[in-house]
């Protein structure tokens, strides 16, 4: 149970690191599992967690089947810009998804950057945890 707990701690750490590198310009950041269940998130506005996440994950899937029917590839990211926002989700360790919530003038290729750098370090985390 304290293994679980060290590593959300760690996880938390991680997210609000990236909140404050992207200053501003990310308003949310979710770690979900395959199922859509967020493990951990940071957020600075109002917005509902759960079902963002589940309804990310049945989309990165529905998405992934489709893509193995036409033959393109695994899905490695989407990005979906609403009126207001930008939606940018990446796989990571496993099944695990990255969803962050960018601000609608955020700079996507710095969003898309340092979201891969930052996702390199979640995954290494959670490998390191499982191996121990």
Request: with cysteine; hydrophobic share 40%.
């Amino acid at each position: 149970m304290e293994e679980g707990k060290g590593l959300v701690n760690e996880l938390n750490g991680l997210l609000e690191s990236y909140l404050r590198d992207m200053e501003g310009d990310v308003v949310s950041i979710i770690v979900s599992d395959a199922n859509g269940l967020p493990i951990t998130y940071k957020a600075t506005i109002n917005l509902n967690v759960e079902s963002l996440s589940a309804l990310c994950s049945l989309t990165i899937n529905r998405m992934q089947r489709i893509s193995g029917e036409i033959k393109l590839g695994d899905v490695e990211y989407m990005i979906i810009s609403y009126s207001g926002y930008v939606l940018y989700i990446e796989r990571i360790y496993g099944d695990l998804l990255l969803i962050v919530v960018a601000s609608k003038d955020a700079n996507m290729g710095l969003v898309m950057y340092v979201t891969g750098k930052y996702a390199e370090h979640i995954s290494n985390l959670i490998k390191s945890t499982k191996g121990s």
